[in-house]
């Protein structure tokens, strides 16, 4: 059983596009996160999520909307895909503070 | 703020070479420090973790010691394989309800046989 899941794995779509990313984690963990991995491999966290409620909210442009049905799940929904939307999202999940669960990643391509 | 500075990659070893990976942090306070590893195509996985001065991490051959003098994490390893080709990031957490990890920006090591 795939510990943090996240689909799909890749998604390829048009400028002005709305899409969505699934994450569910059967980990039992109260934390969850997005970030991003630009080209150059760099990370930097959008949201972070605790038992269902929003902890942390960096400078993420609010076309970006995160939402926790329940505390095994985060989705990540966007709006209006722009160019440099185009990277790695992972979805993670943690129980102790710094210990993550990573996804293996979703690659979006806005053409 | 908090930040984490590793040494920019890539670094290319041939197989069993000693392998060296600087990280430094610049935090308010006393962080814990980690190491993890992305393989191509996944997701990032713990590698080790240090959560006070002195301690040393240590997995898979893999070692780091928390130098709080030198505001240090370097990870080390004797004989690396072909195997451990990989993007390594350095992080640092506060721990709390928060607890997010802020990360270097990965050093990229490819071992050729």
């Known amino acids: 059983d795939t510990a943090v899941s996240q689909t799909p794995k890749y998604l390829v779509t048009q400028m002005g596009n709305d899409k969505s990313i699934k994450c569910e984690q059967n980990?039992?963990?109260?934390?969850m996160y997005w970030y991003k991995q630009d080209s150059k491999k760099f990370l930097k966290i959008m949201f972070s999520?605790?038992?269902?409620?929003?902890?942390i909210n960096e400078t993420v442009p609010n076309r970006f909307s995160p939402k926790s049905p329940d505390k095994a799940h985060l989705n990540l929904h966007i709006n209006s895909l722009e160019l440099g939307d185009s990277a790695v999202y992972f979805c993670?999940?943690?129980?102790?503070?710094?210990?993550?669960?990573f996804g293996s990643g979703t690659q979006l391509s806005v053409l | 703020g908090n930040s984490v500075t590793q040494m920019e990659g890539p670094v290319t070893l041939s197989e069993e070479a000693f392998l060296t990976i600087n990280c430094t942090y610049t935090a308010t306070g006393y962080p814990s420090l980690f190491w993890y590893v992305q393989y191509p195509g996944e997701g990032l996985q713990l590698l080790l973790k240090a959560t006070k001065a002195d301690d040393k991490g240590s997995n898979k051959g893999f070692e780091a010691t928390y130098r709080k003098e030198t505001t240090s994490f370097h990870l080390e390893k004797g004989s690396v394989q072909v195997s451990d080709s990989a993007v390594y990031f350095c992080a640092l957490s506060f721990g709390g309800s928060q607890g997010n990890l802020i990360f270097g920006k990965g050093t990229k090591l490819s071992v050729k046989p």
């Open positions: 993670a999940s943690s129980g102790q503070p710094g210990i993550l669960f």
């Open positions: 999520y605790n038992n269902k409620e929003l902890i």
């Open positions: 980990l039992g963990h109260d934390t």
